[in-house]
């Protein structure tokens, strides 16, 4: 079976700073990994995925990813965050064979500050 | 991408009574799943809806409180049965395919009064 991690239940961050949002997962097959954004009272946007090849995984908004096999992670990362950054993000995973269940973890809520 | 639609967008029941959630999706999909959102949480996978025979449910879900069904590979129904307000909570359609990643509808807001 599949599970997510998510390191960190909040994050604070003032605008226009770094920041990363961290997820490890733990699955005994080869995964699709994926994070999701969701605004308050909205449904699940996706923000990027990792298929297959290379490893630094661009999304919308200025988001990238970088998978990481050998330490099962697959940590969110934005240059500098905006006010409208503020969300829930999920990161979540499935295998990419047999199943297309996705799994996701507990999520992550970025609060931006000006 | 899928398109997928829910209805209804929102309810509000009355505990002891059943709510039916409709998903229609504007192509033949393989997988249909059923999530649930409870009120500052994550997305809990209720179940896999499968075409042509029973859903395949998660650890902590059965069939006579959540039962499903998946006549054709476009369109799928949830229902909650015998309502408390414990299920109140967001009800979310997902498909999925071979190398994509799920597609959402934008949910059923469910409070039960």
């Known amino acids: 079976a599949q599970s997510v991690t998510q390191l960190d239940s909040q994050v604070p961050v003032f605008e226009e700073a770094p920041v990363e949002l961290r997820c490890n997962y733990s699955?005994?097959?080869?995964?699709?990994l994926f994070w999701y954004v969701q605004y308050p009272n909205q449904g699940l946007q996706l923000l990027l995925k990792y298929l297959s090849g290379s490893t630094l995984v661009k999304g919308i908004n200025g988001f990238e990813a970088e998978f990481n096999k050998s330490q099962t992670s697959f940590h969110l990362r934005k240059p500098s965050v905006h006010i409208s950054d503020t969300a829930e993000y999920f990161c979540a995973v499935r295998r990419n064979t047999g199943g297309f269940k996705t799994i996701f973890g507990a999520g992550t809520r970025l609060f931006v500050k000006a | 991408s899928a398109v997928i639609s829910q209805k209804p967008s929102r309810d509000i029941c009355q505990r002891g009574t059943s709510l039916t959630i409709q998903c229609q999706v504007d192509s033949q999909v393989t997988m249909m799943f059923w999530y649930r959102q409870q009120p500052g949480q994550s997305l809990t996978l209720i179940a896999t809806?499968?075409?042509?025979?029973?859903?395949?449910?998660e650890s902590g879900f059965v069939i006579d409180k959540f039962p499903i069904s998946r006549p054709n590979l476009t369109f799928s129904t949830l229902t909650v049965s015998n309502m408390s307000p414990e299920d109140s909570s967001i009800y979310l359609c997902s498909v999925a395919d071979s190398n994509t990643e799920a597609f959402f509808g934008q949910g059923t807001r469910l409070t039960v009064v």
């Open positions: 699955s005994s097959v080869s995964v699709y």
């Open positions: 809806a499968n075409q042509g025979s029973e859903a395949t449910y």
